[in-house]
T-cell receptor, first 111, second 115 residues
C-alpha cells in the first residue's frame, strides 16, 4: 500500500535559518504530492503541490520538488520566520483523490 | 468564499454513548472526505463521497461508524457506541473533484474525547 515518511520532529530553528523537512513516499502508481500546514489552533491548509515528476511546487517562500528517482518531496525555505512555526504534513494522492498523510513535523522558529 | 464548516468544535462523551458530527463543504465541491486524526499522527481516511455516493469506505469501522451525505451537500458522521480509542480529531475536507491533482480544503475539525 501507499505510505509517506517524514523526518521526525520537533525541529527548532532560529529566525532567518534555512529549513529542510524531508519527505519520502511509497506508491503503487503515479501520485500527486502535497504539503499541508497546520498553524496553532487552526485547521490544515494546502501549502503547495506537484502533480508530476520534476515539477516544483512553491508558495509563501516554501518550495518542494517532485523527485521520482528518489521518491522524495522535501520541503525547503531559505529564511524562516517566527510566523512559520506550525506542523507540516506531507501527503500523496492517487486515483480518485484519496490521500495518504505522513505523521507531521513540528517546526518552532525562535526570534 | 466560505470555507468548510464543521460542528461541534469539541465534544466530550462517555464510552458506549453515541455522537454525531456535521460538515458543510465548500459550495460546488463534489467530493467530501472524513478523516480521523489521532494525536501525534497524520490524518487517516474514514470515508470518501462523490456527490451523494460512497467512493471509498474501506477503512470505516462499520460496526460502530456510519456516515451519510444527503443531497450531495452536507454530511454527518456518527459513532455508536463510542470507545476510548475513538478519541481523536475528526476532520472534514472537500475537493472540487475526486482527482489526485486537487488538494483538499479542510474544516477546523471536531475534537472528540471519550472518557
Amino acid at each position: 500500500g501507499n505510505s509517506v515518511t517524514q523526518m521526525e520532529g520537533p525541529v527548532t530553528l532560529s529566525e532567518e535559518a534555512f529549513l529542510t523537512i524531508n519527505c519520502t513516499y511509497t506508491a503503487t502508481g503515479y501520485p500527486s504530492l502535497f504539503w499541508y500546514v497546520q498553524y496553532p489552533g487552526e485547521g490544515l491548509q494546502l501549502l503547495l503541490k506537484a502533480t508530476k515528476a520534476d515539477d516544483k511546487g512553491s508558495n509563501k517562500g516554501f518550495e518542494a520538488t517532485y523527485r521520482k528517482e528518489t521518491t522524495s518531496f522535501h520541503l525547503e525555505k531559505g529564511s524562516v520566520q517566527v510566523s512559520d512555526s506550525a506542523v507540516y504534513f506531507c501527503a500523496l494522492s492517487e486515483g480518485a483523490g484519496k490521500s495518504t498523510f505522513g505523521d507531521g513535523t513540528t517546526l518552532t522558529v525562535k526570534p | 468564499e466560505a470555507g468548510v464548516a464543521q460542528s461541534p468544535r469539541y465534544k466530550i462523551i462517555e464510552k458506549r454513548q453515541s455522537v454525531a458530527f456535521w460538515c458543510n463543504p465548500i459550495s460546488g465541491h463534489a467530493t467530501l472526505y472524513w478523516y480521523q486524526q489521532i494525536l501525534g499522527q497524520g490524518p487517516k481516511l474514514l470515508i470518501q463521497f462523490q456527490n451523494n455516493g460512497v467512493v471509498d469506505d474501506s477503512q470505516l469501522p462499520k460496526d460502530r461508524f456510519s456516515a451519510e451525505r444527503l443531497k450531495g451537500v452536507d454530511s454527518t458522521l456518527k459513532i455508536q457506541p463510542a470507545k476510548l480509542e475513538d478519541s481523536a480529531v475528526y476532520l472534514c475536507a472537500s475537493s472540487l473533484e475526486g482527482s489526485r491533482d486537487y488538494g483538499y480544503t479542510f474544516g477546523s475539525g471536531t475534537r472528540l474525547t471519550v472518557v
